[in-house]
């Protein structure tokens, strides 16, 4: 594990000169790139010297992938179902197999995240809530999970790709895309300004709690159909989830109130504490915003469907 690891890094540090060669190249973008992170730097602060040593942390790569998430939801899924027609149509394209790759590949990669974020947490820290930066090996690593977690809320766009790529218009909601958008904002500032600390605790309980969410997916992505090959047991399997389904939905609320818990202990409660007062305080807000649109939207899905009928996905 430790090679593919140091490949992968490496990798990512080949990517990360060939930006600042772009850069380099070309005076307007070389510029552009300067004012962002001198504007950056005003809104959130210094950049932390751990993330400086980490690839990929330029702004304008933020910014990037903000712009085009904002881009596909707000023009070209509207332009997608103008194109498609009825939005109440039936689903007539489907990309199962490619869902179902990505959805193993989430349950493997947040289980990763959360399983090494908790070794080195359990490795470097004492308490549970207002643990330190730590430097060295240790801060190098816990900057490196940091990192493969914000970006790892780039790979999960593609929940709303495959959406309005079938056309599940109605799943593309207000929860949907504010949570994409939210918590790549977030994480973006937790990457600029503290990637370690109490950061941990999120990181690793946000990532068990997708290795179920993504587990659910991967295996209602399987259909029973009459007559077919292990028919019984899907049907079953398929009764079996569609009864447990708002669990998956109580355990991210569950673990949004745990973060209510941390943001008063680290932000309102301890003074001193490593990591910065405007994550850890506006942490408490932005879980109150979570649990509110999340309470709703159980509360509308139980309205119109009854618990006992199919979810919507959020994530």
């Given at each position: 594990?430790?090679?593919v690891e140091?490949?992968?890094?490496?990798?990512?540090f080949r990517?990360?000169?060939?930006l600042?060669?772009?850069?380099?190249?070309?005076?307007?973008?070389?510029?552009?790139?300067?004012?962002l992170v001198?504007?950056?730097?005003k809104?959130?602060?210094?950049?932390h010297?751990?993330?400086?040593?980490?690839?990929?942390?330029?702004?304008s790569?933020?910014?990037?992938?903000?712009?085009f998430?904002?881009?596909?939801?707000?023009?070209?899924?509207?332009l997608?179902?103008?194109?498609?027609g009825?939005?109440n149509?039936?689903?007539?394209?489907?990309?199962t197999?490619?869902?179902?790759?990505?959805n193993?590949?989430m349950?493997?990669l947040?289980?990763?995240?959360?399983t090494?974020?908790l070794?080195?947490?359990a490795?470097?820290?004492?308490?549970?809530?207002?643990v330190?930066?730590?430097?060295?090996e240790?801060g190098?690593a816990m900057?490196?999970?940091?990192?493969i977690?914000t970006?790892?809320?780039?790979l999960?766009f593609f929940d709303s790709?495959?959406m309005?790529?079938?056309?599940r218009?109605?799943?593309?909601s207000f929860?949907?895309t504010?949570?994409?958008?939210?918590i790549w904002?977030?994480?973006y500032a937790?990457?600029?300004l503290a990637?370690?600390s109490?950061g941990?605790f999120s990181?690793?309980?946000?990532?068990?709690?997708?290795?179920?969410?993504?587990?659910?997916?991967?295996?209602t992505?399987?259909?029973?159909v009459?007559?077919?090959p292990?028919?019984k047991?899907?049907?079953?399997?398929?009764?079996?989830?569609?009864?447990y389904?708002?669990y998956?939905?109580?355990?991210?609320i569950a673990?949004?109130c745990?973060?209510v818990?941390?943001?008063?202990?680290?932000g309102?409660?301890?003074?001193?504490?490593d990591?910065?007062d405007?994550?850890?305080k506006?942490?408490?807000w932005y879980?109150?915003?979570?649990?509110?649109?999340?309470?709703?939207?159980?509360?509308?899905?139980?309205?119109?469907?009854?618990?006992?009928?199919g979810?919507?996905?959020?994530?």
């Amino acid at each position: 594990m430790a090679q593919v690891e140091q490949a992968f890094y490496a990798l990512l540090f080949r990517a990360d000169s060939a930006l600042h060669g772009v850069l380099e190249r070309n005076d307007a973008l070389r510029n552009a790139d300067a004012t962002l992170v001198a504007w950056t730097t005003k809104v959130l602060g210094e950049q932390h010297p751990m993330s400086q040593q980490l690839p990929l942390v330029s702004p304008s790569l933020f910014l990037f992938f903000f712009t085009f998430y904002i881009v596909f939801v707000a023009l070209l899924c509207p332009l997608l179902a103008l194109v498609r027609g009825d939005k109440n149509k039936p689903v007539t394209v489907r990309i199962t197999g490619t869902k179902r790759v990505y959805n193993a590949f989430m349950v493997a990669l947040s289980f990763y995240m959360g399983t090494k974020t908790l070794v080195l947490a359990a490795q470097g820290f004492d308490s549970v809530w207002c643990v330190p930066m730590t430097d060295g090996e240790h801060g190098k690593a816990m900057a490196w999970m940091a990192w493969i977690f914000t970006y790892s809320k780039v790979l999960e766009f593609f929940d709303s790709i495959s959406m309005a790529i079938e056309g599940r218009w109605r799943q593309l909601s207000f929860l949907h895309t504010y949570h994409h958008v939210s918590i790549w904002i977030y994480w973006y500032a937790i990457l600029w300004l503290a990637p370690g600390s109490d950061g941990y605790f999120s990181l690793a309980l946000n990532s068990y709690i997708h290795v179920v969410m993504y587990l659910y997916y991967f295996l209602t992505s399987f259909e029973a159909v009459q007559n077919g090959p292990n028919y019984k047991f899907i049907s079953s399997m398929r009764e079996w989830l569609n009864k447990y389904k708002f669990y998956v939905t109580k355990m991210q609320i569950a673990q949004f109130c745990s973060f209510v818990g941390q943001s008063i202990y680290v932000g309102y409660y301890r003074t001193g504490c490593d990591f910065p007062d405007g994550l850890s305080k506006g942490l408490l807000w932005y879980m109150i915003s979570l649990i509110t649109l999340f309470l709703n939207f159980m509360f509308m899905s139980g309205r119109k469907g009854g618990k006992a009928k199919g979810a919507k996905k959020v994530e």
